[in-house]
Antibody
Framework: EVQLVESGGASVQPGGSLRLSCAAS????????MHWVRQAPGKGLVWVSRINYEGTNTGYADSVKGRFTISRDNAKNTMSLQMNSLRAEDTAVYYC????????WGQGTLVTVSS | QSALTQPASVSGSPGQSITISCTGTSSDVGNYNLVSWYQQHPGKTPKLMIYEGTKRPSGVSNRFSGAKSGNTASLTISGLQAEDEADYYC??????????FGTGTKVTVL
């Protein structure tokens, strides 16, 4: 069974940093591109970032470019999102999702940026 | 990276068919056959309903179908059922190797 489990969400002050993790199981992790998607409370889905199989090719939404860094460790079947210079508008549930079809999603982890 | 445009709400009676549009540009929907659709019930995780424009994942009802014409993709739900009441989002691959979601559509079953 495919499982994606996010962790690392917390409440942080503006300008702070946070590192999210996504633990994958039930499939050959290294064979899939992986994504981060976020959803602010009561709002729609927003694509955040994407990483290729080896972690050598990444992409970011303009809103997070230069502040967020996506990475993965295929030996540990995990993906991470390092978030720096956090802003109030980054407040959201962050989901990790598998493949460019986003065919499987985790349950999400809540990030709250507030003073 | 502007969000794809979807109607805010669409409604229909049980048994009817409804169609949700998803309008983008030649930089996303119009240039790639990589449009997917997601269903999200309140408080739940999004579920993939359609991928690559027209393909249905295993386990998704054949009442759901996708299409594309030019810069606009669409999702049709036939034989509307109470359980179909949810939010629906389209998503497309875009230039610069990014992705973009639609604004979301709330489907109400009358």
């Amino acid at each position: 069974e495919v499982q994606l489990v996010e962790s690392g969400g917390a409440s942080v002050q503006p300008g702070g940093s946070l590192r999210l993790s996504c633990a994958a199981s039930g499939f050959t992790f290294r064979s899939y591109w992986m994504h981060w998607v976020r959803q602010a409370p009561g709002k729609g889905l927003v694509w955040v970032s994407r990483i290729n199989y080896e972690g050598t090719n990444t992409g970011y939404a303009d809103s997070v470019k230069g502040r967020f860094t996506i990475s993965r460790d295929n030996a540990k079947n995990t993906m991470s999102l390092q978030m720096n210079s956090l802003r109030a508008e980054d407040t959201a549930v962050y989901y990790c999702a598998r493949a460019d079809n986003l065919d499987y999603w985790g349950q999400g982890t809540l990030v709250t940026v507030s003073s | 990276q502007s969000a794809l445009t979807q109607p805010a709400s669409v409604s229909g009676s049980p048994g009817q068919s409804i169609t949700i549009s998803c309008t983008g540009t030649s930089s996303d929907v119009g240039n790639y056959n990589l449009v997917s659709w997601y269903q999200q019930h309140p408080g739940k995780t999004p579920k993939l309903m359609i991928y690559e424009g027209t393909k249905r994942p295993s386990g998704v009802s054949n009442r759901f179908s996708g299409a594309k014409s030019g810069n606009t993709a669409s999702l049709t739900i036939s034989g509307l059922q109470a359980e179909d009441e949810a939010d629906y989002y389209c998503c497309s691959f875009a230039t610069s190797r990014t992705f973009v979601f639609g604004t979301g559509t709330k489907v109400t079953v009358l």
